[in-house]
């Protein structure tokens, strides 16, 4: 499984870095640590979006933990229950 640091703050630029590391990503499982983003904008929800579909196809995991802040962001961006599956607090 291979493990990608998101950005504190998922803006427009992150994005074309984030799918960039994506596509390289191609064919493996994923696990998105999240726990530090303070904003997550519809731009980078865009990205995590189709990675999350294209993933779900291949038959790869793409896993999300995320931070409150993140969560918050995907449920008014309308992705949270298609992101975030269960979020387990420790």
């Not at 995991?61 to 969560?71: W, Y």
Request: hydrophobic residues 45%; charged residues 30%.
């Amino acid at each position: 499984m291979k493990d990608i640091k998101l950005s504190e703050k998922m803006d427009l630029k992150y994005a074309v870095e984030l799918r960039s590391e994506l596509i390289e990503s191609k064919g493996l499982d994923v696990h998105l640590d999240g726990n530090h983003v303070s904003a997550v904008f519809a731009s980078c929800c865009q990205v995590l979006v189709a990675a999350k579909m294209e993933w779900a196809e291949r038959g790869n995991v793409l896993s999300i933990s995320p931070s409150e802040n993140m969560i918050g962001d995907l449920e008014t961006l309308g992705a949270k229950d298609l992101l975030i599956a269960e979020v387990v607090k420790l």
